[in-house]
């Protein structure tokens, strides 16, 4: 790449995932999210579904060989500065996806672990969660698993506190990850006024992060947005130095969805479980 060229470089945030017809989750969230922290997106398409803001009508996975051609045309052209995964659908995408991102170096990749969507519909085939622990966790340098899809990985009942959530993290910390997100945005007894608690563990630190508890139908998408906002800075801090912990990326993504959330109630779009209103970058201290 030309000096020039490399000078102007944009942080390039690659998202792996589904394709959502309704348009607020999946590619089309995580695409939007990018671009509103001021990041260059692209895709690699690992399904087709039809849904809307009441469920998913249909899912179609595409052939792994699509996935892969997609992924080596654009390692071939792009730097890429950070990774987002979402829905990967099936085991053989999981496989293509683990042999492919293995050749990458020191680009930090987010593993997103969608196994049903926001409305109860299923999203991943049989061998999935095994073949994701074996191949994917160990390239991930965050995994953000909410409370039923830990409940799945551990094959264990979901925690039903903060306590439990952090005997949860580390365990899943042994499946190689850099970090473990889990998100308690499910725990039981969150109540409006309340604070909505996540627990973060890096195999040093560990710690319950928390911003106000928001009260909003508008919830489709939201592991999605946050993933990829999170995604989105570490590809500033590849491209431009800045040396944010991940921790703070964390805590800044969380305290950015949630002004989203208060804000999607106005948008009023949907018969059930409407999307995120993805609003404009605030300015983060770094």
Request: with cysteine; hydrophobic share 45%.
């Amino acid at each position: 790449m030309p000096a020039d060229r490399e000078s102007k470089q944009l942080p390039i945030v690659l998202t792996i995932a589904g394709s959502d017809s309704s348009g607020g989750a999946g590619i089309q969230a995580d695409l939007k999210t990018i671009a509103a922290f001021d990041c260059f997106g692209m895709s690699v398409i690992t399904a087709i579904t039809a849904q809307n803001s009441q469920g998913i009508d249909l899912v179609h996975g595409l052939p792994s060989e699509v996935v892969e051609a997609q992924l080596k045309t654009i390692f071939n052209d792009y730097p890429i500065s950070a990774i987002k995964i979402g829905m990967v659908g099936t085991k053989d995408i999981v496989q293509v996806l683990a042999d492919q991102l293995s050749l990458l170096k020191n680009v930090p990749i987010i593993l997103d672990t969608p196994l049903v969507s926001t409305t109860q519909s299923p999203l991943a085939k049989e061998g999935v969660v095994e073949a994701m622990l074996e191949h994917l966790f160990p390239l991930a340098k965050l995994v953000t698993p909410n409370l039923d899809e830990a409940g799945v990985f551990l094959n264990k009942e979901l925690a039903t506190s903060v306590d439990e959530m952090m005997s949860q993290a580390k365990e899943l910390k042994q499946f190689g990850s850099g970090a473990v997100l889990l998100k308690g945005g499910h725990l039981h007894g969150y109540e409006e006024g309340q604070q909505a608690r996540d627990v973060f563990y890096d195999g040093v630190a560990l710690e319950t992060l928390t911003v106000p508890w928001v009260k909003v139908s508008h919830t489709h998408g939201t592991g999605c947005v946050l993933a990829s906002a999170i995604a989105a800075q570490m590809a500033k801090n590849e491209v431009l130095g800045r040396g944010k912990p991940l921790v703070k990326m964390v805590n800044d993504a969380k305290k950015w969805l949630a002004e989203c959330l208060a804000l999607s109630s106005d948008m009023g779009l949907g018969k059930g479980s409407g999307p995120v209103k993805i609003s404009k970058l605030p300015k983060f201290t770094d």
